[in-house]
């Protein structure tokens, strides 16, 4: 099914400054603001119960493996670019969802004023502390970012946070993980990922408290951070995005026509609020302390 067909084509309220992507690495990117994600009718949705040391507000828990679309909780970017840097245009046509499987692509098409379209997704609620999980696989290519985060920002009337999967498909080995806190970064880390990203799906987690931030791939502790002054604060939504960019070599690598249609397939994301139970066998919450 192309998921297109459910779209809105409003720019969302998650579009990030162009400025802001100059900070990971001194060319940080993340960008998004246009859209994200689909819920489907089979998934388990926990109650908003407040959980212990919650006391950022947060949509309720959830499970989502893309067996149909919900538009009430996802929105789709289409029509715009995040900026310059951009090479593609969101396309909702680069949106699809197919046998339980979300896809968002990358692929040669006159759009606008760039040669390529690309595609990304956003929840249209925020979420706080809890465990954020979704199981991915990637393309590669140079110039490419493939990405799992979460974000909110000055669109939505609230200081830049933000918390980062992203890989970088120059080097399919590794993945960036990163944090943004009222829009200071410097946070970021690269993390192998044993047997690539681009040869099976993935396990990519996060774990997010009031006190300590951490990530894990495949189930595997990869990055900790505890210092107050480096822990997001604000509620936000859940992004995947596919782009690419022309310029900025020293953080994508170098961009050239991949000759064909790139992906990034998500099998699965769920959010489970702090201290609510795990929602599936395999989820992180069911084993993390």
């Known amino acids: 099914m192309n998921a297109d067909s459910k779209s809105t084509s409003t720019p969302a309220t998650g579009d990030r400054p162009f400025t802001q992507l100059r900070r990971q690495r001194k060319l940080r990117q993340l960008c998004s603001g246009g859209a994200f994600l689909l819920v489907a009718l089979g998934s388990l949705v926990a109650g908003p119960t407040p959980s212990r040391s919650q006391d950022i507000p947060t949509a309720p828990s959830f499970v989502d493996d893309f067996t149909s679309f919900d538009r ?19 396309s909702k046509r680069q949106v699809k969802l197919s046998d339980g499987m979300l896809t968002l692509g990358f ?87 044993a047997g690539g990203t681009d040869k099976a799906f993935n396990d990519y987690a996060f774990v997010w408290e009031k006190d300590r931030l951490r990530w894990y791939v495949n189930g595997e502790l990869v990055n900790t951070i505890t210092d107050p002054a480096k822990l997001p604060s604000h509620a936000q939504k859940i992004f995947f995005s596919l782009w690419g960019s022309d310029t900025m070599k020293e953080w994508l690598g170098p961009f050239s026509d991949p000759g064909r249609k790139l992906t990034l397939q998500v099998d699965r994301v769920a959010f489970t609020a702090l201290g609510q139970p795990c929602q599936f066998p395999e989820s992180l919450a069911c084993s993390i302390k």
């Open 107 to 193: 692929e040669k098409q006159k759009v606008k004023d760039r040669d390529f379209a690309c595609g990304e997704v956003q929840s249209k609620q925020r979420f706080g502390y809890g465990t954020y999980e979704a199981r991915l696989k990637t393309d590669s290519g140079s110039g490419i970012n493939a990405s799992f985060f979460t974000y909110i920002g000055p669109t939505d009337k609230q200081p830049w946070d933000e918390i980062d999967f992203e890989v970088l498909t120059k080097d399919t080995s590794k993945v960036q993980v990163n944090a943004y806190i009222a829009g200071k970064g410097n946070n970021e880390k690269v993390v192998d990922v």
């Open 72 to 90: 009430a909780r996802w929105y789709i970017a289409d029509g715009w670019a995040n900026g310059k840097y951009q090479n593609c245009i969101w």
